[in-house]
DNA sequence: GTTTATTTAAACGTAATCTACCTAGATTA
């Protein structure tokens, strides 16, 4: 049980009063406490401990008592009660899109559906057109919607959607009627995962970008078309909408389109307390400056320019009040990549080939770190292997003045927490990533002491992958990453981002909390093949998330500096 | 159910679009 959970059942709640037909405002109180739960920067166990549960702003008396039975016990009786209660297919029916809490249990209810299985039945059978509030149309998109659903997960990894993203954008520019346009939503906050590409438009002729932006998508079904939104989806299953509003309107459609949606509940709330009224199209109310950019709405409301990755409200806004931003890192910031692999292990490319895209990535150093021995699934290597790289370092590193190459290894943490390569080795490498690759179903006490222990190792220089998860596949195995970055800490021991796409690990909401306990962190692409590099800009994007500064990642600086930090405890 | 402005009660986000009826309710973002 952790905040993870508790946060999981609260918006189940909120999912299944909905279905009950409870107050809208009930099934909201819930869904904000889950949000503030899941928000939470301390340890929910300590709060709850305190008995300062009900001080967190958005759960008051009813849900701390839940939240509490629900942390002492392992139960909610009120949760409990409630699923008992409800036909268990309810919830999966309202994920059909188009089909709400209400017309869910209308058809329940008309027709005793209570599964996606028997909506499917009866929609084939033509029994939902003819429900009262129903009709063919209905009818048609709640099959389509199955099917949709049955296709997978709603959500895609951002890397996949981006490219098609800043396609469409790109296409759009061209056209003399948008004068201003952006990527909006999730992708420009650059959240890991996203449900739907947003792109804003400003324009004088809304019908002309509609059509323009309909013949780009020509293959896609379109969901809704008015002068203000179009709403289509791809036929691969991505939903894209365009939101079209006049150049005044911009920086404000902008910023609420950018969200997120606590974000921007909090700088509506400024702008009321400010005598003035924001929606997404205006700032209405007391006199103020022009609004002419995103800058200048943060600026009228006494706020710095808050960048789009930091908008989550995880203390954003007061920071922006304070003037106490930090100036976040960049891409060009980076100087050097760390972890990468190479044809010596289960890399794609050769080390020349990964050195000369580095080369032209324009690193000015690259740290190879193929799989250590035990690794037999990526063809791990022997002290033998590791020689014979080694030998080929040296001769790339006597003819090349523009990269240098450095001598990492990827090295296993074995069940025990010792390493899996004898203290001969890794002495003789420049500088060790240590991470966890088998026996994953440990307690979290057992792998947390494992990987505490390897890194109290003094040759360990980097923790990669902290949690070893891979987006919507698989959950990160348990391990109490608090005690974690506690021991990194005091250690001098490197946290990674791991810029790989399907990993962005660790989760940007633990960089922040490790930044705070006063972690520094490489950001590393993990590359498996020369074109891997350009997956640095998705680890950009996680430290962007976590409030990271050039200052807290190793690999801005240049080698000889990298260096010295990644073997500050061998002396 | 929570918060806030007043201590019991009101507010809590709102606009656009669709679909089934011809203005309203549901859904979504």
């Given at each position: 049980m952790d905040k993870r959970d508790a946060s999981r059942i609260l918006e189940e709640i909120a999912a299944l009063l909905e279905l009950k037909g409870e107050n809208p405002f009930k099934v909201r109180a819930y869904e904000n406490a889950a949000h503030a739960i899941d928000g939470l920067t301390e340890n929910l166990g300590e709060i709850i401990e305190a008995g300062t549960?009900?001080?967190?702003?958005?759960?008051g008396e009813s849900i701390a008592g839940r939240i509490t039975e629900l942390w002492k016990t392992g139960h909610m009786a009120f949760y409990e009660a409630l699923v008992d209660s409800i036909p268990p297919g309810y919830l999966e029916m309202v994920r059909?899109?188009?089909?709400?809490a209400k017309r869910v249990r209308l058809l329940g209810e008309k027709l005793e559906i209570t599964s996606l299985a028997e909506l499917k039945a009866a929609g084939e059978k033509g029994l939902?057109?003819?429900?009262?509030?129903?009709?063919e149309q209905s009818e048609k998109r709640i099959l389509e919607g199955i099917a949709i659903l049955e296709k997978g997960s709603s959500r895609s990894l951002a890397s996949q959607v981006r490219p098609i993203a800043e396609d469409l954008l790109a296409k759009l520019r061209?056209?003399?009627?948008?004068l201003e346009s952006e990527v909006g939503g999730s992708l420009r906050r650059w959240v890991?995962?996203?449900k739907d590409v947003d792109l804003l438009v400003a324009t004088e002729k809304p019908e002309k970008v509609t059509q323009a932006f309909l013949k780009l998508v020509e293959s896609a079904t379109i969901i809704a078309s008015g002068e203000t939104k179009t709403s289509v989806r791809l036929p691969s299953g991505l939903a894209v909408d365009l939101r079209l509003v006049l150049p005044k309107q911009y920086p404000f459609a902008l910023h609420y389109f950018t969200g997120s949606v606590p974000h921007n509940v909090r700088i509506r709330s400024r702008a009321l307390d400010r005598g003035m009224s924001l929606n997404e199209y205006e700032l209405s109310g007391k006199r103020h400056a022009p609004v002419r950019t995103e800058a200048d709405l943060f600026r009228v409301l006494g706020l710095e320019y808050i960048e789009p990755e930091l908008r989550?409200?995880?203390g954003e806004i007061e920071a922006a009040e304070a003037k106490a931003l930090p100036k976040l890192i960049t891409i060009?910031?980076?100087r050097g990549i760390l972890h990468c692999h190479t044809t010596?292990?289960?890399?794609?490319?050769?080390l020349v080939e990964m050195a000369e895209a580095a080369v032209a990535w324009g690193a000015s150093y690259l740290g190879l770190a193929d799989h250590s021995a035990t690794a037999r699934y990526a063809r791990g290597l022997s002290e033998e292997d590791l020689k014979r790289q080694s030998d080929e370092i040296d001769r790339w590193n006597a003819g090349s003045k523009k990269l240098r190459i450095l001598k990492g290894a990827e090295v296993d943490i074995l069940p025990d927490g010792t390493?899996?390569?004898?203290e001969r080795v890794l002495e003789k490498l420049d500088y060790v990533v240590a991470s966890v690759h088998t026996n994953?179903?440990?307690s979290e006490v057992e792998m947390t002491k494992r990987v505490t222990r390897a890194l109290k190792n003094?040759?360990?220089?980097i923790f990669a992958h902290p949690t070893g998860r891979l987006l919507l596949e698989r959950q990160g195995y348990p391990i109490a990453l608090e005690e974690i970055f506690k021991v990194a800490a005091a250690e001098g021991v490197l946290i990674e981002i791991n810029a790989s796409p399907h990993r962005l690990d660790l989760d940007w909401r633990e960089v922040l909390k490790a930044k705070g306990r006063g972690v520094r962190f490489a950001v590393n692409?993990?590359?498996?093949?020369?074109?891997?590099?350009?997956d640095l800009r998705y680890g950009i994007g996680v430290a962007r998330k976590g409030w990271?500064?050039?200052?807290?990642?190793?690999?801005?600086?240049?080698a000889d500096r990298a260096l010295a930090l990644m073997r500050s405890r061998r002396a």
């Open positions: 549960l009900i001080d967190v702003p958005g759960i059909v899109p188009g089909l709400g939902i057109r003819a429900l009262k509030g129903f009709g061209k056209h003399a009627a948008v890991e995962t996203v989550e409200n995880r060009s910031d980076i010596y292990s289960d890399g794609r490319s050769t390493l899996d390569y004898p994953l179903n440990m003094r040759y360990v220089s692409p993990d590359a498996h093949h020369a074109g891997g590099y350009a990271l500064t050039k200052e807290d990642v190793v690999n801005t600086l240049p």
